[in-house]
């Protein structure tokens, strides 16, 4: 089974969810390109995200869905909004979405959770969910414990549930890996970071476009709330503190405004530019569209040639 057998799109891949980042222009090429794209609802309130909503149906008749984050203070108001317009699907994280899946069920939208481990995942599967996105810690922003790889192939062993596998995926290659390991698709966040139709500021296109593999450090990890983002000197000086068991009150004056400063006024200095270890992989801004042509024609690629591997 492919994803695109779940959900009625060309190609196997979402396009992540990236908190104040993947707005309707984005989702609009990704779906319009065969992909699912995907609103997120950092910093909307309800009719900032019926208008998103609204601006995407305008502009496409293709499949997308809406990413919340369950922990959002007006999470309640977004979840009616996302059920009276009757959206396709939704991802969810940070926490169960339990509380709102029979609202969910009663307006006729798939779920499909973002989980870091077997457990949640069973937990889901239980639950009754359409699949679940199976997350590495090679991922951009907020991030579990485990490995892309291990996670994803535990998964799919043991949870009788489609998985699509997420954290550090970029390319054609990583979509044939996912595949390989037992899961129905992929989903991409960072790899999107550098799509033209992100509305993000060019210095922080840049900063991932220039990453290596060594670019991006995680903070967080004493204080149990680990974050995967290019290194700065505002995140140098974070982990310098971290080392020195500084409270957590003062660590957090630094990130306090943070992911603003990079999202919306592009401050690569002290701003917080989430994303994945596969930067190292983005190479240049381009269209959306041409983003995922490029994965699917390497994908296929890739797997002609195994088609010859004997083992």
């Known amino acids: 089974m492919l994803l695109t057998e779940l959900i009625d799109i060309k190609y196997p891949i979402i396009q992540g969810g990236m908190q104040h980042i993947t707005r309707s222009p984005l989702v609009i090429a990704v779906a319009e390109a065969g992909g699912l794209g995907l609103l997120t609802t950092g910093a909307l309130d309800a009719e900032g995200l019926r208008k998103e909503i609204q601006t995407v149906r305008e502009n496409t008749d293709k499949v997308f869905g809406v990413n919340l984050n369950l922990l959002q203070p007006n999470i309640d108001e977004l979840v009616e909004v996302v059920c009276q317009e009757k959206v ?12 709102y ?15 870091a481990s ?4 069973q937990k889901m599967k239980d639950l009754g969910v359409l699949a679940v996105v199976a997350e590495g810690q090679a991922a951009g922003g907020h991030i579990g414990a485990s490995s892309t790889m291990p996670l994803v192939r535990q998964i799919t062993e043991q949870v009788d549930i489609p998985v699509i596998a997420a954290g550090g995926i970029g390319d054609g290659r990583g979509l044939v890996a996912a595949l390989a390991l037992g899961a ?11 799509a033209q139709e992100t509305p993000i500021p060019d210095s922080f296109k840049e900063a991932v476009v220039s990453a290596n593999d060594q670019a991006t450090t995680v903070t967080g990890r004493k204080g149990g709330h680990p974050v995967r983002a290019i290194n700065n000197e505002m995140l140098t000086q974070y982990l310098d503190l971290e080392m020195q068991n500084t409270p957590e009150e003062e660590l957090e004056k630094l990130t306090v405004g943070s992911l603003y400063r990079a999202v919306v006024e592009g401050d690569t200095k002290t701003g917080t530019m989430m994303s994945g270890e ?3 992989l983005v190479k240049g801004v381009r269209p959306a569209k041409e983003i995922i042509e490029e994965i ?16």
């Open 88 to 99: 396709p699907l939704v991802t969810t994280g940070a926490g169960s979405p339990k509380k």
């Open 101 to 115: 899946y029979d609202q969910f069920l009663a307006a006729g939208i798939k779920v499909i959770p973002v989980v």
């Open 118 to 121: 077997v457990k949640h995942a």
């Open 184 to 194: 129905v698709g992929v989903q991409m966040g960072t790899v999107f970071l550098a």
């Open 278 to 280: 596969i930067a190292g």
């Open 296 to 311: 699917i024609q390497e994908a296929n690629d890739c797997l002609s040639q195994l088609s010859n591997v004997k083992l």
